[in-house]
């Protein structure tokens, strides 16, 4: 099972993990079950697709704190 992490501002993939199931994502990132449904995705090809940000966002939003509306960033 792959998991694809993909960035949630600019759309870009930022790499795929060898994750075994969507409990061991939660674990790493320690999400609730809430918001799991919210970053978690699956997909209609059988991927599941994790929302996070790519580093040149990331980068962006350290230089620039107010460009983004904060209430969605992923914590
Ligand atoms: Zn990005």
Redesign the pocket.
Known sequence: MAIRYR??????E?GVLPFDSEESIRKLHQLSEQEAKEFIHHEQNGDTTVES??????N?LKKFPNYYALKNWLQ
């Open positions: 960035c949630r501002h600019c759309n870009t930022i940000i790519c580093e040149h966002c990331e962006s």
